[in-house]
């Protein structure tokens, strides 16, 4: 199972555009890099999933470089609603795993 | 669309004592998850089906856990006895299908459970 490594916080403003980084040197070919939101008291919440290159849709960005062991979740001018953790999961549906995610705090 | 529906919310039991928790998934989702999810952490996976049948328990503990999906829909998640460290957030999740990669995980709003 290809593990992942990301920030433990981040700190932001409100307006602000947040990059969280994750590391997934193991990442195995047929793997895809998804994103979960979770906010206090409720249940992980999916956000955006990408296989290489970039993805966008409604709320985030995912970058992924062409070496795959590496992506970016870009979330812009963040509120702070956006205050929750994000969990970067790699592999396919049942080999997901969550690690410890990253807390981000938005400030005003 | 509703969602995933878990009960009880809230749940407090002394140890020894036997706990059940109950999920009803989005309709016509093959996939369902259980996930333990203790404070300051990450949900671990505990259980998947796919419709009545269990695909990965392997990080189960047999001894005092079990899960079942009766019909390929609703299913239960049972601990007994129960033990200090159960406490926790168990979160129920569905997906559609067990396909790879797109099969995005729908969650419930999770039973906290506490143990005396």
């Known amino acids: 199972l290809a593990k992942t490594t990301q920030p433990i916080s981040m700190d932001s403003y409100e307006g602000q555009e947040v990059n969280i980084t994750c590391s997934h040197n193991?990442?195995?070919?047929?793997?895809?890099i998804t994103w979960y939101q979770q906010f206090p008291s409720q249940g992980p919440r999916f956000i955006i999933q990408g296989y290489k290159t970039k993805v966008t849709n409604e709320v985030a960005s995912l970058f992924i470089p062409a070496d795959r062991k590496s992506s970016t979740l870009s979330l812009p001018r963040v509120s702070l609603s956006d205050t929750a953790v994000y969990y970067c999961l790699v592999g396919i549906y049942s080999t997901l795993t969550f690690g410890k995610g990253t807390m981000l705090l938005v400030s005003p | 669309e509703a969602g995933v529906a878990q009960s009880p919310r809230y749940k407090i039991i002394e140890k020894r004592q036997s706990v059940a928790f109950w999920c009803n998934p989005i309709?016509?989702?093959?996939?369902l998850y259980w996930y333990q999810q203790i404070l300051g952490q990450g949900p671990k996976l505990l259980i998947q089906f796919q419709n009545n049948g269990v695909v990965d328990d392997s990080q189960l503990p047999k001894d005092r856990f079990s899960a079942e999906r009766l019909k390929g829909v609703d299913s239960t998640l049972k601990i007994q006895p129960a033990k200090l460290e159960d406490s926790a957030v168990y979160l129920c999740?569905?997906?559609?299908?067990?396909?790879?990669?797109?099969?995005?995980?729908?969650f419930g709003p999770g039973t906290r459970l506490t143990v005396l």
């Open positions: 193991n990442i195995a070919t047929n793997d895809y």
């Open positions: 999740a569905s997906s559609l299908a067990g396909g790879p990669g797109t099969d995005t995980q729908y």
């Open positions: 309709s016509g989702h093959a996939t």
